[in-house]
Nanobody, 122 residues
Framework: QVRLVESGGGLVQAGDSLTLTCAAS????????IAWFRQAPGKEREFVAA????????KSADSVKGRFVISRDNAKNMVWLQMISLKPEDTAVYYC???????????????WGQGTQVTVSS
């Protein structure tokens, strides 16, 4: 099992960049795929990006392709979500999650962080 804590959210303007960090605890961190999901007010939580346990495979939602990049460093127990060209529609609470396999589906992830708020103004 793993404990996840997100950080790096904030209030930015459209077109700005922001990097979110997911810090994990536990020696087994490198055995988990890590994903980022987000949830905007009044909307369902949606997939953003994911990375395999080895870091060799990634997936991202069509809405963020070319703008968001997920990466990890298992030696540091950290995962990052680099976001550029932010849009108002990116406004949401962003969560990192850990699971046994890389998936775009929430149900495959067993552990979740508390979330960090990203607000993009126009």
């Amino acid at each position: 099992q793993v404990r996840l804590v997100e950080s790096g959210g904030g209030l930015v303007q459209a077109g700005d960049s922001l990097t979110l960090t997911c810090a994990a605890s536990g020696r087994t961190f490198d055995a988990y795929a890590i994903a980022w999901f987000r949830q905007a007010p009044g909307k369902e939580r949606e997939f953003v990006a994911a990375i395999s346990w080895s870091g060799n495979s990634t997936k991202s939602a069509d809405s963020v392709k070319g703008r968001f990049v997920i990466s990890r460093d298992n030696a540091k127990n950290m995962v990052w979500l680099q976001m550029i060209s932010l849009k108002p529609e990116d406004t949401a609470v962003y969560y990192c999650a850990a699971g046994a396999v890389l998936s775009i589906r929430e149900r495959w992830y067993d552990y979740w962080g508390q979330g960090t708020q990203v607000t993009v103004s126009s």
